[in-house]
């Protein structure tokens, strides 16, 4: 099928042979990374008031082994990620197979992931830990980009709260769900 484009790159709409718009930029993009598969991890923060406040992510990347760091976004300043978007650390707990669920509702706006008390509990260091996640670790942002609508945080991990990567299921994010990779997934 012949396409075209046209408008400005912000607003660009791809045209079909009979120049018809078919589909934006945006909606393109979200096609097009929809298909790349991703980790999943859950962000949680003390929020502006004190509360706790997280949400689930897939754009967390690692950046550097020495000194660790890594990179992760929230997409927009609203719900959770308004309540933690400024603070000074941030616990990141990455989602194994056993934890689905978990990052379920933590991607969930308006659900009550705090409301349960035995789920989780506060470090010293004021961040809420989602327990019955193998591997967390605290960070404390170096630098925050703001790329509106979204920010981008590059952090620096300054503790290992849990770090147990024995027999876990990994997890990914594809096409809008959660899939578990096991050993017959090995190529």
Known sequence: MAQKTTGSPAETVVLDAENEPSKSDSELFKETFGAQAAGVAIVTAQGITGEPAGLTISSLSSVSADPPMVAFSFQNRTGSAAKIVDSPSFL??????????????????????????????????????????????????????????????????????QHNTDEITPVVYHARKFHQLGDHYVI
Not at 123 to 146: A, C, K, W
């Open 92 to 161: 990141i707990h990455l989602i194994s197979g056993e934890n689905v669920d978990i990052a379920k509702k933590f991607a969930t706006s308006n659900y009550p992931k705090f409301e349960d008390e035995t789920t989780w509990g506060w470090l010293p260091t004021g961040e809420p830990l989602v327990h019955g996640i193998n591997r967390v670790f605290r960070v404390e942002p170096v630098s925050r980009v703001d790329a509106d609508p979204a920010v981008v945080f590059i952090a620096r991990v300054t503790e290992f709260v």
